[in-house]
């Protein structure tokens, strides 16, 4: 069965469009990781400090907003996990309907 070149070059356009948006959200995805591994080397640290000077008052704000941070990370990272698996599933229909000719 033969696709008509301009349904074709329509498909492998949105193809195309689908790919940059993984790509996007591969990137939005690692910047989240590096977010969430800095906070979480931020809680470690102040975990220590804590452990080593016994004084959590003074350290309880900054230990919050790095927990928040870290929280916020992985929030991110979950949104950007389901966004990437829904273009992939949109990237199998593409391939299928671009080998079918359909």
């Known amino acids: 069965m033969s696709v008509d ?5 329509e498909m492998l356009k ?17 910047l989240n990781r590096q ?3 800095g906070a979480e080397f931020e809680i470690q640290r102040i975990e220590q400090e804590i452990a ?27 949104a950007c996990d ?5 273009l992939e599933r949109r990237l199998e229909e593409l391939d299928k309907c671009i080998a079918t000719g359909r």
């Not at 070149?5 to 070059?9: A, G, N, S």
């Not at 993984?22 to 690692?30: D, I, R």
């Not at 389901?82 to 829904?86: I, P, R, V």
């Open 5 to 9: 070149p301009e349904v074709l070059v």
């Open 52 to 78: 080593a000077t016994g004084d959590s008052h003074a350290f309880a704000q900054i230990i919050e907003e790095a927990h928040e941070r870290w929280k916020d990370a992985k929030a991110g990272m979950a």
């Open 35 to 37: 977010l969430a591994g």
């Open 82 to 86: 389901a966004q990437c698996a829904a």
């Open 14 to 30: 949105e193809r195309l469009l689908v790919v940059q948006q993984m790509s996007a959200a591969q990137s939005w995805n690692l």
